[in-house]
C-alpha cells in the first residue's frame, strides 16, 4: 500500500517549489522580449522550449536525487540527517521571508546583481528554440540554493514508496513545480498581458514571499512530526 506519508512530502515540497519567482520571472522576462519582436508563434515556441527546460531539469535533479540516496543511504536517510534538513528547511523559511525578495516596490529576488543582468540578458537574446530550452535550464540551476533541499526530501520521501509510485512521483513533483509556469501560458493565451502578471505579482508580493515560507516551515514540522517522531 502507498505511504500517505511520503506522497505527501512529494506533493508538499512541490507546492513549495511552485511558489518559488525565480522561473516566472525569467518566463516573464522572455514573453517581454519576444512579444516585441517576434510572431506570435514563435513567442509559443520560445516559451514551450523554457518551459520544457525547467521541467527536464527538475526531473533530471530529482532523479539524480533517487539514485544517489539510493547508493549513499542504500535508500533512506537516517533520522539525524532527516533533523538536520529540517533545521535547514526552517532557515531557509526565514529568508524566504526576509530575505528572498529585495527591498521596495519591485519583485527583484536575491540573486546577486551579475547573475540577475545576466539572466535578463540572455533573455533578450533569446532567438531560438535551444537558446530558450537553456535559459530553462539556467533558471533552475540559479534557483537551486532553495529547490535542492526540497528535491533531497523529495527523493528520499520517493524512494519509501511502492516500485511502481516511484515514478509516478517523480512526475508529480515536477508537474507541480512548473504548474505556475503552465497557469502563465495559459493566462496570455487568454487575453491576460505581461503587464497584467507583473502587476499582480508586484501588488501580490508579500503575500507570496509568506506563503512560500509558511509552505518550507510547514514541510518541515511534517518531516519532523511524521519521519523523525512519528518513526
Known amino acids: 500500500m502507498i ?22 520571472g525569467c518566463l516573464l522576462l522572455l514573453y517581454h522580449a519576444s512579444l516585441g519582436k517576434h510572431v506570435q508563434k514563435k513567442t509559443k515556441n ?35 540527517s532527516l533533523i538536520i534538513i529540517t533545521v535547514v528547511i526552517v532557515l531557509l523559511a526565514i529568508i524566504m521571508w ?7 516596490r519591485t519583485t527583484e529576488l536575491w540573486l546577486p546583481k551579475i547573475v540577475a543582468k545576466y539572466i535578463d540578458k540572455r533573455a533578450k537574446l533569446t532567438e531560438s528554440d535551444t537558446e ?34 516511484r515514478g509516478i512521483a517523480v512526475v508529480l513533483y515536477t508537474v507541480i513545480s512548473i504548474l505556475p509556469l503552465i ?6 493565451r ?17 503575500f507570496l514571499r509568506v506563503m512560500s515560507g509558511i509552505l518550507f516551515l510547514v514541510l518541515g514540522i ?8 512519528g518513526q
Open 222 to 229: 511534517y518531516i519532523l512530526a511524521f519521519k523523525v517522531i
Open 183 to 188: 497557469i502563465l501560458r495559459y493566462a496570455i
Open 98 to 104: 526576509f530575505f528572498y525578495y529585495r527591498r521596495g
Open 132 to 165: 530558450a530550452f537553456s535559459l530553462g535550464l539556467l533558471a533552475c540551476f540559479a534557483e537551486m540554493p532553495f529547490t535542492l533541499v526540497l528535491m533531497l526530501v523529495s527523493a528520499n520521501a520517493i524512494l519509501c514508496l511502492p516500485d511502481v509510485w
Open 3 to 24: 505511504d500517505l506519508v511520503d506522497l505527501g512530502i512529494v506533493v508538499l515540497s512541490g507546492v513549495a517549489h511552485a511558489t518559488l519567482q525565480l522561473g516566472l
Open 190 to 206: 487568454h487575453g491576460k498581458t505581461v503587464v497584467d502578471v507583473q502587476r499582480w505579482r508586484n501588488k501580490n508580493k508579500n
Open 46 to 80: 520560445l516559451v514551450g522550449s523554457f518551459i520544457s527546460g525547467v521541467g527536464l531539469m527538475n526531473f533530471l535533479i530529482l532523479a539524480s536525487a533517487c539514485f544517489i540516496l539510493a547508493v549513499v543511504a542504500n535508500g533512506c536517510l537516517s533520522p539525524l
